[in-house]
């Protein structure tokens, strides 16, 4: 958007790192209130409230309640003085501003919370987002504004001339082509990778990162019978956890604890699921929810920046660093998902400087970026194209589907099937999501992989009972109608789904 030649490549798919494994809110950071990281906190609700405004399909309002039960961690007073300090550092232009809640009220608003020891609490406002979809938006708005991307396309080693990095070598990870991209600046900005990136910079550049591994686990919402999302402190260590609701779906999470694992490998314990169990149990003590009752799972690894002090991994900060390595490489750091277009605006700027530098360019001009809409998001009212998708006899949950997923691009996706009737069928009945999903995938969302439809662009992995097993061979059918593909690259692809979530 300021007139820079780009290219972006990814090694997998768009999302696929941590961007795809977040708790899928768009926060202000309640909790980095207590660890005093109030510069985040404010520039984390000025975010929330330009996504919330450019992206209105994919970031929305969520309320939450936070119950507080004696011999919490925090009382009441210091809720009220933190919620204050919250709905301030939004410069109280939130969503709505907080309430405080007796017991009384909040039973009323959560009767499934636990009784016994209840004292009261609050009601605040943050957004939810879906994390995968929002990444995708992002690069394809880069897309339409003349960059080159490129998933499954990894940087094997970087150029150089005397000394300096001014390109990188590059493999096609689904052919093996190799390649080269020459660029006057590049910009690292590989989350938990981004170590090994430097290494390639500088084999002796020092280890910038010290990540932290979070886990969420989803259930049944109507075990735990919440109607609000529900932020608590866990009764085992105190930490604070939420509860999300994800429509029929609720989202427990998240862990927090230093690991070693790389970022390909990440396990989930059985212990740190029990955690997450134990810590709703008990504040929903008719869900007695025990492992049988997990239905998806994932973790990712939140690239922290190193911190000197070697703080707690809950305590360390979010805040993200931007350095410049050996050879000129600019590598970003840290932050949060909420912060990636501030965080991309300061790198770019330095970026800018770089090329004012060393070839005297004119200063590109500062985009709009807090204003344009991500594709999908030109409007909030989607009203015409609920009624469109209902003309067209969808069922009312596929049209809501659709819009939550698309927003004003549910229209190419209702395009699809009027052209062909029968891409409105269900992918995977009862689940809400229609055949044509996948054909706007690969023709506008550069899936490539049934892995790429079904876990980060429908989300039929974590919301269909067999993990989306059963739609793999159609989905790879219609992919195959678009790539070419022989009915034996069909089976192949087919196998290589069941197999990841086998595996
Ligand atoms: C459990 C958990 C919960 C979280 N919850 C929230 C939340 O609710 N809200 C929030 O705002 N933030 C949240 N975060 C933080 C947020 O998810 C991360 O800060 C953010 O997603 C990091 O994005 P990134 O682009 O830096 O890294 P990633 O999303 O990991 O992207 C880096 C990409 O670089 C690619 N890559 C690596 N090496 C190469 C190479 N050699 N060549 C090409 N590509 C390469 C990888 O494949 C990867 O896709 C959470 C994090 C975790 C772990």
Partial sequence: MRGLRTVLVEQQDFGSGTSSRSSRLVHGGLRYLETGDLRLVLEANRERRILLRIAPHLVWPLPFVFPLHRGDRIQLWRLAAGMWLYDALALFRNVRGHRMLGKRTLLEAEPMLRERGLLGGARFYDAQCDDARLTLATVRSAVHHGALVANYTAVRALERTAGRVVGAQLEDRLTGARGTVRASVVVNATGPWADKVRVLEDSGAAPLLQPTKGIHVVVDRSRLGHREAIVFTSPIDGRVLFILPWGDLSYIGTTDTDTTESPEQLTISADDIVYLLRSANARFPNARLGLEDVRASWAGLRPLVADRERKAASSRSREHAIVQGSGGMITVVGGKLTTYRSMAAEVVD?????????????????????????????????????????????????????????????????????????????????????????????????????????????????????????????????????????????????????AFVGG
């Fill in 350 to 498: 330095r970026a800018a400087r770089e090329l004012r530098f060393r070839n005297g360019r004119p200063r590109p001009y500062a985009p709009k970026t807090d204003e344009e809409p991500l594709p999908g998001g030109e409007a909030a009212d989607l009203a015409q194209f609920r009624e469109r998708g209902l003309e067209l006899g969808l069922a009312s949950e596929s049209v809501e589907h659709l819009l939550r997923h698309y927003g004003t691009e549910a229209a190419g996706i209702y395009n699809l099937g009027a052209g062909e009737r029968r891409l409105l069928r269900r992918l995977a009945p009862p689940h809400p999501a229609v055949e044509a999903e996948v054909v706007h995938a690969v023709r506008r969302e550069m899936a490539q992989t049934v892995e790429d439809v079904l876990v980060r662009r429908t989300h039929l992995y974590y919301e269909t009972p067999d993990r989306a097993v059963q739609a793999a061979r159609r989905v790879a059918e219609l992919m195959a109608r678009e790539r070419g593909w022989d009915e034996a690259r069909v089976e192949e692809e087919a196998a290589k789904y069941v």
